[in-house]
């Protein structure tokens, strides 16, 4: 397929700009600023786009198969970023993206939504239920299919790999390889045709990791943090003491949903995985090598 990326530039987009070239579609980038010179981004055309103004959208998106939606102020821009940039770019740069679509032919989407979806009034949640709902008029009255992927807590992590993401998935957390396999599945779902009669859908899935522990292992973990660790992964509190993991609350459960099903997708990164990583960095190199990982995106 002939896939349009907006907001290419970002997180999420150098990631899917890879993961679809690597599957053999015709990829157009676009975005407000010119991409950077890498190899994920080489001989791709590329649109300049402002999607506030809905400018270039036209150009960019003629004789695409589908859009991949990405451009967003999100949580972490909640200190710099007024409920006007939120409107501007969430909402206003939605609907001229869906537009600029239609316009084109384009009859499949996949959005980039999150879970704050469920905070709908707050400045981000709100203009994330919105921009399905964008994408739900679409497709009621343009015939448009499309998926909306929620992702929850995608965050950076920095320099601090053991807290800032591992611990960060009991809490919440998602990997962003989750999110990236999650969107990956969406394009492939989408590629495949309607039956013929049938009404163009919809499909919403939730990015969450997928925990291999329920909450009847999780009893009584506010009490001994390192005890209810043992129960779940044996043999892993010697390693959280001495990293320093912060177990202190209890942890939350992420299960997979009914859009996950649909189009294929399955959470393989969770705590476990992480813990697995560790001990096999720790035992290689030591504390020295695990305090120097860092943060790939």
Known sequence: MRILITGA?????????????????????SDLNRLPDSET???????QCDLQAGFGLERAVAGCDLLLHLPAWHGIHWGQKTEVDYWRLNIDGTFFALQAAKEAGVKRVVFLSSTAWYGHYDKYGFTKRIGEELCEYHRRNHGM?????????????????????GSRLLYGGVDREDVLDCIERSVAYLEAPLAEGSEAENVVVHAVRHDPYTEEQLADWENDPQAGLERIYPGSSALAQ?????LQRKPSVSRADEGAGIIGF??????GVFLEELRRIDAEGGEATVRAVTCSY
């Open 9 to 29: 530039g970002s997180n999420i987009g150098k990631g899917m700009t890879a993961r679809l070239r690597a599957a053999g579609h015709d990829i157009v980038t």
């Open 41 to 47: 981004f080489k001989n791709l055309p590329f649109v």
């Open 145 to 165: 299919r499309y998926v909306a992927v929620r992702p929850n807590d995608l965050t950076p992590w920095g320099n601090d790999w053991v807290n800032r993401y």
């Open 242 to 246: 001495k990293y320093g993991i912060s």
């Open 266 to 271: 399955k959470a393989t990164r969770h705590f």
